[in-house]
């Protein structure tokens, strides 16, 4: 339905080309965008099979550079920012004094700088918090080029193709977790002659090999204009190149089958990393502390009262979704789910929820209560889907 | 044929009456139903209450009695294989047969033409 909400919501510099390539449009952290274009399962598959595009020019895009601007990090997040080398990408944690977790994060290790890409929901949250430590250091900037950045994914296992096809000579492939910049005058002429705006200290064109879907792929960040003109030219080529739009819900449905956490559902402020069995992205080692150093030592000292587990329902059935009570098989709630869906791929339905450390061994059977009737379930292996290669 | 304006439609069949979801429902549902829950046969429904669920990848919808009665019957065919409901809402995903204990409720129900005013209305084609 139409109302005045609608008009105030915020677009991204791609929303045009979503309505002219008559997607589905819905509401995501206060911007409209593509929920599907040909259909969420359709677009699941074929990223899983073939190669996916994404806008996800909403998301939050910092610049941090400055004397020190490694040592603030190291600071706000416990991932080994000092000892990282240039070209380093980095999934971490802002994470408050409990060790609760205010946003996850990328950092993109740069030289001169450290990029951070932020959830969209957390932008405003993660720029106060940033901006609240920098004043202990002085020499630190902090700037959000949100708006002055696109961004775009290439997924699944043609994008490396497409990635080809589309940049030419300026592309490269580089290792997993790793980024590249380009210049403008590295950029092929049609692209470097669309040009209009710069961001200072920052490459023309910057991709890493990094993503949310659990197939390997891109993730692509440049001026609007640019941006624009290579979304245009992958729908152009997108016969060719095999490639199909993905909007939002696909986009989710192939995070939870990689068994991703998603900000707001396995991942809040209440939830440390430790529980959501994230453990792998705290440096105890580093050298230097971090805020909730001291909380997530207590708890990987004492255990941790719930743990992030995948379940796989039986058979047939209901959809379990995030608020489902989890059930021990005799009764008696023992945690609830955070994410839930049928799963395109393994065609059953599947879910995250966090559940006491007693029932969370894999193998374990487990009830999920759904609008008041109970579905057996049982905890299995994450992720529920793991690429071939 | 009537319908509801929570987008159920009802068939009259001699005593009982046909229900099941129109296709401007289904395509609410991007056309990818996943799951059907269905009353058992026997249930007492009242017209307006929620007799059931249709899940969609991403999101669930209650269904709604269009009119009250007794369940006769339920399309076992579609709970065990929920897509065929979007490729055919109409007929062969017809979803439960109701006995109505209320037959003056059918009267209150949108005739076909004031069904098409309301998604017309809605801002829908």
Request: proline fraction near 5%; hydrophobic fraction near 40%; aromatic fraction near 10%.
């Given at each position: 339905?139409?109302?005045?909400?609608?008009?105030?919501?915020?677009?991204?510099?791609?929303?045009?080309?979503?309505?002219?390539?008559?997607?589905a449009?819905?509401?995501?952290?206060?911007?409209?965008?593509p929920l599907y274009y040909s259909g969420i399962t359709d677009e699941h598959l074929h990223t899983r099979s073939k190669v996916g595009l994404f806008?996800?020019?909403?998301?939050?895009?910092?610049?941090?550079?400055?004397?020190?601007?490694?040592?603030?990090?190291?600071?706000?997040?416990?991932?080994?920012?000092?000892?990282?080398?240039?070209?380093?990408?980095?999934?971490?944690?802002?994470?408050?004094?409990?060790?609760?977790?205010?946003?996850?994060?990328?950092?993109?290790?740069?030289?001169?700088?450290?990029?951070?890409?932020?959830?969209?929901?957390?932008?405003?949250?993660?720029?106060?918090?940033?901006?609240?430590?920098?004043?202990?250091?002085?020499?630190?900037?902090?700037?959000?080029?949100?708006?002055?950045?696109?961004?775009?994914a290439?997924q699944g296992p043609?994008?490396?193709?497409?990635?080809?096809?589309?940049?030419?000579?300026?592309?490269?492939?580089?290792?997993?977790?790793?980024?590249?910049?380009?210049?403008?005058?590295?950029?092929?002429?049609?692209?470097?002659?669309?040009?209009?705006?710069?961001?200072?200290?920052?490459?023309?064109?910057?991709?890493?090999?990094?993503g949310y879907t659990g197939e390997?792929g891109?993730?692509?960040?440049?001026?609007?204009?640019?941006?624009?003109?290579?979304?245009?030219?992958?729908?152009?080529?997108?016969?060719?190149?095999?490639l199909k739009p993905v909007g939002l819900g696909a986009r989710d449905s192939l995070r939870l089958e990689a068994?991703m956490?998603?900000?707001?559902?396995?991942?809040?402020?209440?939830?440390?990393?430790?529980?959501?069995?994230?453990?792998?992205?705290?440096?105890?080692?580093?050298?230097?502390?971090?805020?909730?150093?001291?909380?997530?030592?207590?708890?990987?000292?004492?255990?941790?009262?719930?743990?992030?587990?995948?379940?796989?329902?039986?058979?047939?059935?209901?959809?379990?979704?995030?608020?489902?009570?989890?059930?021990?098989?005799?009764?008696?709630?023992?945690?609830?789910?955070?994410s839930?869906a049928f799963s395109p791929t393994l065609r059953k339905?599947i879910?995250?929820?966090?559940?006491?450390?007693?029932?969370?061994?894999?193998?374990?059977?487990?009830?999920?209560?759904?609008?008041?009737?109970?579905?057996?379930?049982?905890?299995?292996?994450?992720p529920f889907y793991?690429r071939?290669? | 044929?009537?319908?509801?304006?929570?987008?159920?439609?009802?068939?009259?069949?001699?005593?009982?009456?046909?229900?099941?979801?129109?296709?401007?429902?289904?395509?609410?549902?991007n056309k990818e139903?996943v799951?059907?829950?269905?009353?058992?046969?026997?249930?007492?429904?009242?017209?307006?209450?929620?007799?059931?669920?249709?899940?969609a990848v991403k999101?669930?919808?209650?269904?709604?009695?269009?009119?009250?009665?007794?369940?006769?019957?339920?399309?076992?065919?579609?709970?065990?294989?929920?897509?065929?409901?979007?490729?055919?809402?109409?007929?062969?995903?017809?979803?439960?047969?109701?006995?109505?204990?209320?037959?003056?409720?059918?009267?209150?129900?949108?005739?076909?033409?004031?069904?098409?005013?309301?998604?017309?209305?809605?801002?829908?084609?």
């Open positions: 339905m139409l109302d005045i909400a609608m008009t105030e919501k915020l677009r991204t510099i791609l929303y045009s080309r979503h309505k002219s390539l008559k997607a449009m819905t509401d995501f952290a206060g911007w409209e965008m806008d996800l020019s909403h998301m939050g895009r910092f610049l941090i550079r400055g004397k020190g601007f490694r040592d603030l990090l190291d600071w706000l997040t416990p991932a080994a920012i000092s000892t990282a080398p240039d070209g380093k990408v980095l999934y971490s944690f802002l994470l408050n004094e409990n060790g609760g977790v205010i946003d996850d994060i990328t950092i993109y290790v740069g030289r001169d700088y450290a990029f951070l890409v932020v959830n969209a929901s957390n932008r405003e949250k993660d720029l106060k918090w940033l901006r609240r430590f920098a004043d202990e250091f002085p020499t630190v900037e902090i700037e959000d080029l949100s708006q002055q950045l696109g961004m775009l290439i043609l994008a490396q193709n497409a990635m080809e096809h589309v940049l030419g000579e300026s592309f490269t492939p580089c290792p997993y977790y790793t980024f590249q910049e380009v210049q403008s005058q590295e950029l092929p002429p049609a692209m470097r002659s669309s040009l209009t705006t710069a961001v200072r200290d920052f490459p023309a064109l910057l991709y890493s090999a990094t390997l891109y993730e692509i960040y440049a001026v609007p204009e640019l941006i624009q003109s290579l979304w245009d030219k992958f729908i152009s080529e997108a016969p060719v190149l095999e068994a956490p998603l900000y707001g559902h396995e991942l809040t402020e209440e939830i440390s990393p430790l529980e959501a069995g994230l453990g792998r992205f705290v440096d105890f080692t580093k050298p230097v502390s971090f805020i909730g150093r001291e909380a997530l030592a207590l708890q990987r000292e004492h255990g941790v009262q719930q743990k992030l587990v995948g379940l796989e329902m039986v058979g047939k059935g209901a959809v379990p979704r995030q608020g489902c009570s989890v059930m021990a098989p005799e009764g008696g709630r023992v945690g609830y789910v955070t839930g339905n879910a995250l929820a966090y559940v006491s450390p007693s029932h969370a061994a894999v193998g374990a059977s487990l009830q999920v209560e759904i609008r008041d009737r109970l579905w057996p379930a049982g905890v299995v292996k994450r793991r071939s290669q | 044929m009537r319908f509801s304006k929570t987008h159920e439609w009802a068939r009259s069949e001699g005593e009982v009456v046909v229900v099941g979801i129109t296709e401007y429902a289904v395509e609410q549902l139903i799951f059907v829950e269905l009353p058992p046969v026997g249930k007492t429904i009242k017209q307006g209450e929620t007799f059931g669920v249709v899940e999101t669930a919808a209650d269904l709604y009695a269009p009119l009250s009665g007794t369940v006769e019957e339920i399309n076992s065919v579609v709970s065990e294989e929920p897509s065929l409901l979007a490729q055919d809402p109409v007929n062969s995903g017809w979803l439960i047969k109701i006995r109505p204990s209320q037959p003056a409720e059918w009267d209150a129900l949108l005739t076909a033409e004031q069904y098409k005013k309301l998604l017309e209305e809605e801002g829908h084609h």
